[in-house]
């Protein structure tokens, strides 16, 4: 073969190759290599390489007199295995492996060196991403796992550990089927049928078993695993941890029900309110209002439960709310435990607070300088029953208003009988005094 046909052949070779002489002057290069450098050098005038710039894989600058082309020459040693990044004139970059191969003439003397610049930027990309994908894989929350079609676990990361309490070294080479509880393993033979048609599984939401028995909602997500030809080898699971998930929808729906229970008790006290209101009163203005103030102390109670998620209130802050409307504070004093109401109780008892609130403020010691309120509580019978007496005294000559007045029959019967309990009303010339006992189940909130 001809010298002509020699350059013929490696001008038209895929790969990027070029020679110097022994002083590293470029004397030739092919097609592949302008491609590869972006420009093309001028022979018998460039040196070591016809990159414009060149760069080691760190990113830091590399000298022409610095690159493995150079090295071999200088050194008279064939430098491999060192790669270099080429900057083109446009600015974009490419990584590559050089091979350079020192050329000597029949003697044995060196004369110069061919270099083939082999681009191994898209392998390097391939690395970065995989290296980047495996990131990303160890440090998601989420279980990501990959198995066979046999169902034997080939990769584990920490969030697997973390969700299923398994570490990778017990299950790697172990069925997945270790996290399935008894009565749902025939899911896992039509999750692996639908992997082997190429399917794909989205949020499948179920229940699995943890290292220490505990139950977990999960929700899956089952991709194929197919090798270079196609073909389904495995299976890729994600699977997030949705328990929690699960308990907020239960609290939910439980806190709807209760909701609507609650609607529905109050459309039954306001519908009873009005009702009686509207047989002991006499004109349209007047039931107006007593409704209205009626209806607003309902909402003052309510509002205090929905201040605590509907867990109740204290007996202090219930009293507080539907006095301070009508009357001072210093005109009134508590004493008993903190006992924390349920929420039925908060209801009933402060309807009963607000009509003796009020009669205060029209008859007793809110309307007047002078008397006192003492509202005292216990709990007795071994814990069993709770007492209550609301005392007005030193006032005014007090009244419950009407003898069959709506306030009277909240005291005497409403509010007790739906705490399940009795009540008295005793009144003098200028004493009032209103005692309730009822069952303490139906009085304090359940401790959480």
């Known amino acids: 073969m001809d010298n002509n046909s020699r350059d013929t052949i490696i001008m038209d070779l895929p790969a990027a190759v070029y020679t110097t002489n022994k002083s590293g002057i470029i004397t030739f290069y092919n097609k592949a290599a302008a491609e590869l450098w972006g420009r093309k050098p001028q022979i018998g005038e460039d040196e070591w390489c016809g990159s414009w710039k060149l760069y080691w894989p760190d990113g830091t600058p590399m000298r022409h007199d610095e690159c493995p082309m150079a090295v071999t020459l200088r050194e008279q040693r064939e430098v491999r295995g060192t790669e270099a990044i080429a900057e083109r004139p446009d600015g974009s970059r490419i990584t590559f492996l050089p091979c350079p191969v020192l050329l000597r003439n029949k003697r044995g003397e060196i004369v110069g060196a061919l270099n083939m610049l082999l681009d191994v930027s898209d392998r390097q990309r391939d690395e970065i991403a995989t290296q980047r994908l495996a990131a990303i894989v160890e ?22 550990e973390r969700i299923f309490g398994y570490t990778a070294d017990e299950m790697i080479g172990r069925s997945i089927t270790l996290l399935i509880p008894p009565e749902r393993l025939n899911e896992e033979p039509s999750i692996v049928e639908r992997i082997r048609r190429g399917e794909r599984i989205d949020h499948y939401e179920t229940i699995r078993q943890r290292k220490d028995g505990d139950r977990i909602h999960i929700s899956l997500t089952v991709s194929p695993v197919k090798n270079s030809s196609g073909r389904v080898i495995g299976a890729s699971k994600i699977a997030r941890d949705i328990t929690e998930k699960k308990e907020n929808e239960e609290r939910i729906l439980m806190l709807m029900r209760e ?69 001072d504070e210093a005109n009134i004093t508590m004493s008993g435990p903190t006992i924390t109401l349920q929420p039925n109780a908060v209801q009933y008892l402060g ?31 071994g814990g069993r029953s709770f007492y209550l007496a609301w005392t007005e005294s030193g006032g005014p000559a007090v009244k419950l208003g009407r003898n069959n007045g709506f306030g009277k029959v909240v005291l005497e019967r409403v509010t ?33």
Request: glycine share 8%.
């Open 139 to 160: 440090s998601s929350d989420d279980a990501i796992i990959s198995k066979d079609l046999t169902g034997i676990v080939r990769s584990w990361n920490k969030g697997a």
């Open 259 to 327: 909701v609507n229970h609650r609607v529905k008790n109050q459309y039954a006290v306001i519908l009873s309110m009005i009702r009686e209101t509207g047989n002991r009163t006499g004109d349209a203005p007047e039931f107006e209002q007593q409704v209205r103030e009626r209806i607003m102390a309902l909402a003052r109670s309510h509002d205090l439960l929905v201040h605590v998620a509907w867990r109740g209130a204290t007996i202090s802050d219930l009293l507080l709310a539907q006095i301070r409307p009508f009357g």
């Open 351 to 381: 309807i009963a607070f607000h009509e003796l609130a009020i009669n205060s403020a029209k008859y007793g010691v809110f309307s007047a300088e002078s008397g006192h309120i003492t509202v005292d509580w216990f709990v007795g019978d």
């Open 416 to 448: 007790p009988l739906s705490l399940g309990g009795e009540g008295t009303l005793e009144q003098s010339a200028n004493r009032i005094v209103w005692t309730v006992r009822a069952p303490m189940e139906n009085i304090e909130a359940p401790h959480t």
